[in-house]
């Protein structure tokens, strides 16, 4: 049974290689050499925050 406790196991999270690193070819790697998505960018609370008032804007 190890082939289907394989096939329905969870995953911690999807890697989707092309978009993560997208940003870099279009606009260079970052100075510090960190590579910055969208779960790495929402961890910051300014980013959050922009975000957040977007989507309350928009929903209003």
Known sequence: M???SS???SRA???NS???NSYAFFF???PSGKTVN???AMATSAVYAC???L???IAS
């Open 38 to 40: 969208e779960r790495t």
């Open 13 to 15: 999270s999807p890697k």
């Open 28 to 30: 260079g790697p970052t």
């Open 2 to 4: 190890p082939i289907l």
């Open 51 to 53: 975000v957040r008032v």
């Open 7 to 9: 096939l329905f196991k």
């Open 18 to 20: 092309f978009w993560q």
């Open 55 to 57: 989507s309350e804007t």
